[in-house]
């Protein structure tokens, strides 16, 4: 990669347009894009598959570039129902903690020590909030983004869910970025302004847009980067965000951060997902949809995540069940679960998976949701043999409680 580099930093000062560029624009702007991603967050990632297209128009696209109409694909809208995989996966709150993101990874066994996807046809889901506390958020997100592709290849799927910590960043609350964050932010403005430096040598790419339009120059550098990379319609945002779902349902497991009330689902699952997506992309203002914001929103509800569970408003919770087809449970991450780490309650028609795992959250251990035939459910932890989630009175919470460890207490 070094090479690479140093031949892309010369391109930038050379005033003649390279050949390939007046040939095949498309391709060098997808190496770039390639470079950057991997210059920013150490991976290459896949580029999305788009839905078939006739192969010969495809082919007289390429073979007159400039004389062909253009190709239009609609991308698709964030998923919202998936049948249940022979095993799936729950991952809790990652907060830009790129270690504890792998440990959690490798407890479920999906990914080897190198990073690479061994799980198969397992499904993996990750409720959120991978933004704030630490310093390595975009690095968490690549590595994610690296996984769905090999999943996909391999049979299996990654899935990445917008948290409270994504709509706060989007809509420019930065209270939780630490300042490692904004260092890393700052480094990714700097090689994709020099990935569009080189895209605008080449016939057919044009101007590229300015990602700090209208952010002023008197804030500091990692903050303009930050909400460039954030703001509904910014790269990061439109790119990765708007493709992730707010609220996910495989089989009979409904995923959402904070939780869904009744009038949630009487609003639309699959409404909520294109709402938020298209905000994201930058075409509904600043601001995200109500149900994005208080405590009783989708992102920020905590009436099912109390560690006690006679606080938790498990009538509520069994209503809303009631109100979505098929479904027996809801997963949800958001409010940390210490001192019992990952458990369930109201005779498990909640999971809670957010063990504070990053260390900006408590350094909790390791632990994910495996959910096998969309029945069996375990918790699978670093240092605790797997536990069978049981149902009844006591629930799982009071089995971790006397197993855990006094050091995640």
């Known amino acids: 990669m070094p090479a690479v580099a140093e ?8 005033d003649k347009e390279p050949a390939l560029c007046k040939q095949v624009p498309s391709l060098f702007s997808s190496f770039v894009d390639a470079f950057v991603d991997y210059a920013v967050g150490g991976q290459v990632l896949k580029k999305p598959a788009p839905p078939s297209v006739d192969a010969d128009a ?9 004389e062909a109409p253009p190709i239009v694909i609609k991308e698709a809208e964030p998923r919202t129902w998936l049948p249940a995989p022979k095993r799936l996966i729950a991952v809790g709150d990652l907060h830009g903690d790129l270690n504890k993101a792998r440990a959690a990874l490798q407890v479920a066994e999906v990914i080897d ?12 889901v990750q409720v959120g909030d991978l933004f704030d506390r630490g310093g390595e958020e975009i690095k968490v997100l690549y590595l994610l983004e690296k996984l769905r592709g090999e999943a996909q290849k391999a049979g299996g799927d990654v899935h990445i869910m917008n948290g409270n910590h994504e709509i ?11 300042q490692r964050g904004l260092d890393e932010f700052r480094g990714w403005a700097h090689w994709f302004n020099l990935g569009n430096v080189l895209k605008e040598k080449c016939a057919g790419l044009g101007r590229q847009p300015d990602i700090f339009r209208d952010i002023p120059d008197s804030y500091p550098p990692g903050l303009r980067a930050r909400i460039a990379a954030l703001r509904p319609g910014g790269p990061i945002a439109s790119r990765f965000l708007s493709k992730h779902s707010t609220v996910l349902v495989v089989g009979s497991s409904v995923f959402v951060h904070g939780g869904l009330l009744p009038k949630h689902v009487e609003h639309g699952l699959e409404r909520i997902n294109e709402e938020v997506s298209n905000w994201m992309k930058g075409s509904k203002g600043w601001r995200g949809p109500r149900y994005l914001h208080g405590g009783s929103a989708v992102v920020w509800l905590r009436k ?4 006690n569970e006679s606080r938790c408003d498990c009538e509520l919770l069994t209503q809303c069940l ?3 087809s098929g479904a027996k449970r809801m997963v949800v991450g958001h409010t940390i679960q210490q001192p019992v780490g990952l458990n369930g309650a109201c005779d498990n028609k909640v999971i809670r998976v957010d063990v504070g795992l990053s260390k900006g959250c408590g350094d909790g251990m390791p632990q994910v949701l495996e959910i096998r035939g969309d029945n069996e459910l375990r918790i699978l932890s670093s240092r605790l043999p797997p536990a069978i989630m049981d ?5 799982l919470a009071s089995l971790l409680a006397a197993q855990a460890p006094n050091r995640y207490a």
Not at 7 to 14: K, N, P, T
Not at 58 to 66: F, I, N, Q, R, T
Not at 304 to 307: C, L, M, P, R
């Open 304 to 307: 099912y995540s109390d560690v």
């Open 113 to 124: 020590e190198h990073d690479r996807w061994v799980g198969g046809e397992t499904v993996v």
């Open 322 to 324: 009631g109100s979505i």
């Open 58 to 66: 495809l082919g007289a696209a390429y073979a007159k570039l400039d």
């Open 7 to 14: 031949a892309l930093h010369r391109l930038e000062y050379v």
């Open 168 to 178: 706060m960043n989007m809509e420019g609350d930065f209270r939780y970025a630490t």
């Open 391 to 395: 149902t009844g009175p006591q629930g």
